[in-house]
């Protein structure tokens, strides 16, 4: 499952970037004391009693406003409301209850979403004010009091908002399901590789970046397996992502990337590689999801019998920090080998769940070891005692050693391509621990 998304939404300057940055622990969104200054969503991972979600930070909502920069960040946050699981509605204890609370209150109400409401400003500790009981009247029902300076009351704030998110449970069936997240710059095809293996027009295409607006899921069975496909927004670099829509769209994205199993990396072969196509991959890669890359409009380009050889050597040059990633060349206009796309997946998601046993591990570590000797410093040399996997997706393996600091990064890497080499592991990444003996601390 994807992390939750929990919104802060509220009228102009109650203090909802200072509650964010508190409850998320660090300094994100920008404080000032300035109606109007948080203009574009923020959103950062928020962890509390062992549940995880996103949390969003949005710009003051004035229900009033018609045009102007605050009605664009009226329809910046409707939009963060409309995807929310649950909302936090701040409002300040020293304004008391304003026309505005109450227009905004009203429009969280017809959403038909979880609303806790926090009075923001509470700054001393002890008996609440009696002015906090007039925020009853705004009918979200129970109120807490805040400090989002000192961080007084966000805990019960916190037990309030996870009471109301989704469990993270996934039922038996979609376990055996594949979760595919297509992700890639805009424009590559995404849409239109989804809409041939669903046999329908079933997401927007058109001949313009950013039409993909969220991440659309599509369940598909067939000879290969079950599979649930989600379609995702285009994603550019930060600077280039324009306001209104698109930059909540960013976030669906990642929040798909992150619940998926397997995701397909997409190449416009027309444009052959970008900067941004090795920003999107490496997402996939740092959440350690099983990856293909799918390098899409084949069928377009002027080829001989040497062309693809020439571009499949410079993309594995172009995406050397994940050489463990198949490519294949596709054509989603035409089909061509999107049956053999559907057999990698099934493939790279069976090797990213692939458990070693750790008798296995260690006569390959005794092996290795003999073949390139471990480093050595000043006469101590690295001493690997043995080696365990303690995980699956992706396969994480953890080094017992004497010294930390000798097993360099190299020996590291040399470890991981014999652990390649034997046991396959294509199209996942592999994470090694390092340990020294006694010692519970990683590297």
Not at 327 to 334: C, G, L, V, Y
């Amino acid at each position: 499952m994807g992390k939750p998304i929990v919104a802060v939404v509220g009228r102009p300057n109650v203090g909802k970037s200072t509650l964010f940055n508190k409850l998320i622990g660090q300094r994100l969104a920008i404080v000032e004391d300035t109606p109007g200054v948080t203009r574009d969503r923020i959103f950062g991972e928020c962890e509390w009693q062992n549940r995880e979600f996103l949390l969003v930070d949005t710009g003051g909502i004035d229900p009033n406003e018609a045009d102007g920069i605050l009605a664009h960040i009226r329809q910046q946050a409707q939009v963060a409301i409309d995807a929310a699981d649950c909302i936090v509605m701040v409002t300040d204890i020293n304004a008391g209850v304003t026309a505005q609370d109450r227009d905004v209150a009203a429009l969280l109400m017809r959403s038909g979403k979880p609303v806790v409401l926090a009075v923001n400003k509470c700054d001393k500790v002890g008996e609440p004010p009696m002015e906090l009981y007039d925020f009853y009247s705004l009918g979200l029902g129970e109120i807490f009091p805040v400090s989002s300076v000192h961080g007084h009351g966000t805990g019960d704030l916190l037990d309030a908002v996870c009471a109301h998110l989704p469990d993270g449970d996934e039922s038996a069936e979609e376990d055996e399901r594949i979760t595919v997240a297509v992700i890639g710059r805009p424009n590559v095809g995404k849409s239109s590789l989804v809409n041939f293996i669903l046999g329908e027009e079933r997401m927007i295409v058109a001949n313009e970046a950013g039409t993909t607006r969220d991440a659309i899921d599509s369940h598909v069975d067939n000879q290969y397996g079950s599979f649930v496909f989600t379609d995702t927004a285009g994603l550019r670099k930060r600077g280039k992502v324009e306001e209104g829509v698109e930059r909540y769209s960013v976030l669906r994205s990642l929040a798909a990337v992150e619940r998926s199993r397997v995701c397909v990396i997409m190449i416009d072969a027309t444009e052959g590689f970008t900067e941004q196509d090795s920003k999107v991959a490496g997402y996939a890669h740092e959440q350690g999801k099983a990856c293909i890359i799918a390098v899409n409009k084949w069928d377009a380009i002027e080829k001989d019998d040497k062309t693809m050889d020439v571009m499949r050597k410079k993309l594995m040059n172009d995406f050397s920090f994940m050489s463990y990633a198949p490519i294949i060349f596709i054509s989603a206009k035409t089909g061509q080998r999107v049956d053999r796309l559907f057999q990698l997946i099934k493939y790279v998601d069976e090797q990213n769940a692939l458990r070693v046993t750790t008798g296995m591990l260690n006569e390959l570590l005794a092996r290795a070891t003999a073949r390139v000797q471990p480093p050595s410093d000043k006469g101590r040399r690295l001493k690997i005692y043995y080696m365990t996997q303690i995980s699956t997706r992706p396969p994480t393996f953890v080094c017992f050693v004497n010294r930390k600091d000798l097993f360099h990064f190299s020996y590291q890497r040399y470890i991981e391509n014999q652990i390649r080499e034997t046991f396959g592991l294509e199209g996942t990444p592999v994470r090694l621990i390092v340990r020294e003996r006694g010692d519970g601390n990683t590297k």
